[in-house]
């Protein structure tokens, strides 16, 4: 195992720091090899008794483009499917319904889509299922059987994905809308019987131009949701 260093510490913080997400890329291709390697730091990830819960499938060219069809067809009709998870609650509060009407309102002005102006903001809603164009979708899912607190397990595999990504130049934008379409992804990727929808993930590299990437959410202060005792 290497030795960390100061100078170690200092560069995953920078990356950390350095990412968000991003809502159109270039279409500079991502190497099988890379996308292999990012996957494999990011399955260093722990995970309650080793079980590693997470499955990944990766998309590109051709498949990309034929998932992100067959997604379309059913949102161009209206269709919406029954998630396999409940992701949002069904009645906000704050003050997480300021922080999210916040980022929503960010990234339509950056876009210059009007309050209101619900075509524009469907087919922005739409560029979801295109991956933002990006050259690489991955499709993250687990297994039914396994217990609600795997996701907790999911979740530390993406951060590490994410963050993975950063250091090696790449962006991401983790994209919950996938699920909701689970039986047309299923169906589409001819998926296992008990593997369930959690999300969706854009990678590749920023397009430098795009307004929309100027969007950089703000965090909380950690006095704001952390408790400390005895220190």
Same mark, same amino acid.
């Not at 060219?61 to 269709?79: F, H, P, T, V």
């Given at each position: 195992?290497?030795? #960390?260093?100061? !100078?170690?510490?200092? @560069?995953?913080?920078?990356?950390?720091?350095?990412?968000?997400?991003?809502?159109?890329?270039?279409?500079?291709?991502?190497?099988?090899?890379?996308?292999?390697?990012?996957?494999? *730091?990011?399955?260093?990830?722990?995970? %309650?008794?080793?079980?590693?819960?997470?499955?990944?499938?990766? *998309?590109?060219?051709?498949?990309?483009?034929?998932?992100?069809?067959?997604?379309?067809?059913?949102?161009?009709?209206?269709?919406?499917?029954?998630?396999?998870?409940?992701?949002?609650?069904?009645?906000?509060?704050?003050?997480?319904?300021?922080?999210?009407?916040?980022?929503? #309102?960010?990234?339509? %002005?950056?876009?210059? =889509?009007?309050?209101?102006?619900?075509?524009?903001?469907?087919? !922005?809603?739409?560029?979801?299922?295109?991956?933002?164009?990006?050259?690489?979708?991955?499709? *993250? @899912?687990?297994?039914?059987?396994?217990?609600? %607190?795997?996701?907790?397990?999911?979740?530390?595999?993406? %951060?590490?994905?994410?963050?993975?990504?950063?250091?090696?130049?790449?962006? @991401?934008?983790? !994209?919950?809308?996938?699920?909701?379409?689970?039986? @047309? =992804?299923?169906?589409?990727?001819?998926?296992?019987?008990?593997?369930?929808?959690?999300?969706? =993930?854009?990678?590749?590299?920023?397009?430098?131009?795009?307004?929309?990437?100027?969007?950089?959410?703000?965090?909380?202060?950690?006095?704001?949701?952390?408790?400390? !005792?005895?220190?």
């Amino acid at each position: 195992m290497p030795d #960390f260093t100061p !100078q170690t510490c200092a @560069t995953v913080a920078a990356v950390l720091r350095s990412r968000h997400s991003i809502r159109r890329f270039l279409p500079t291709p991502v190497s099988l090899e890379v996308v292999s390697e990012l996957l494999e *730091l990011a399955a260093r990830a722990p995970s %309650g008794g080793n079980v590693q819960p997470w499955r990944v499938h990766a *998309l590109a060219g051709d498949a990309r483009k034929a998932l992100s069809a067959a997604i379309l067809a059913e949102y161009e009709q209206g269709a919406r499917e029954k998630r396999d998870f409940d992701f949002y609650p069904t009645q906000w509060s704050e003050p997480w319904l300021s922080r999210r009407r916040k980022m929503g #309102f960010g990234l339509y %002005g950056l876009l210059n =889509i009007a309050k209101g102006d619900k075509e524009r903001m469907r087919v !922005q809603s739409g560029r979801n299922y295109l991956f933002f164009d990006a050259p690489v979708g991955l499709i *993250l @899912t687990l297994d039914e059987r396994l217990g609600h %607190g795997m996701f907790l397990d999911c979740g530390v595999f993406v %951060g590490n994905l994410l963050t993975a990504a950063r250091a090696h130049g790449l962006d @991401t934008c983790v !994209q919950d809308s996938f699920a909701d379409y689970p039986a @047309t =992804i299923r169906r589409h990727l001819k998926l296992g019987e008990n593997e369930r929808i959690v999300t969706g =993930i854009a990678l590749g590299y920023a397009d430098p131009d795009a307004p929309e990437n100027r969007l950089v959410t703000e965090r909380e202060p950690v006095a704001a949701f952390a408790d400390f !005792q005895g220190f």
